[in-house]
């Protein structure tokens, strides 16, 4: 019930927010790489051109960081033998979600990796974009590497 209470709170705070309408900048190719702060403006739920602007994104190699929400069950990946049997749900910096931003499906193996992280912790990841998210989904990257950042800050 309380989860419920939360997103929908979540959902009526994004609905206040104000919206855009940006392009990406014309050409025909596809978008290679991309920057969090340049993904957000392009594809974040405020743009209502998002879904367009994806179709040019989708794929596009990222290095972003971010700080663990969560680390859980891969539910919709059982039967999947490419993937680790988790998931890592990550809030980005500057996040106005009291949730997760990105979903991370990780690289079957990494479970060492992942073991030693918890809520709270640094992480730098690198991937694919698979999916754009929504006022409820995540952003869904297919990582390739990913380790915690040990910087000070």
């Not at 749900?89 to 009291?98: A, C, E, F, R």
Request: charged share 25%.
């Amino acid at each position: 019930m309380k989860i419920y209470i939360l997103i929908l709170l979540c959902f009526f705070i994004s609905a206040c927010s104000e919206s855009t309408n940006v392009t990406l900048p014309k050409g025909d190719s596809k978008i290679t790489k991309i920057t969090w702060k340049q993904y957000q403006k392009y594809c974040g739920q405020q743009n209502i051109q998002n879904k367009h602007n994806f179709a040019r994104i989708r794929g596009a190699q990222v290095t972003w960081s971010g700080t663990v929400y969560q680390i859980t069950k891969d539910a919709g990946m059982e039967d999947n033998r490419n993937h680790a049997p988790k998931i890592i749900k990550v809030q980005m910096p500057n996040s106005k979600s009291l949730l997760s931003d990105v979903t991370l499906r990780l690289p079957k193996g990494s479970e060492k990796i992942y073991g030693n992280m918890k809520k709270g912790d640094k992480i730098i990841f690198r991937g694919k974009i698979s999916y754009i998210g929504s006022k409820l989904n995540d952003h869904i990257v297919i990582v390739e590497k990913f380790k915690k950042d040990t910087k000070k800050k």
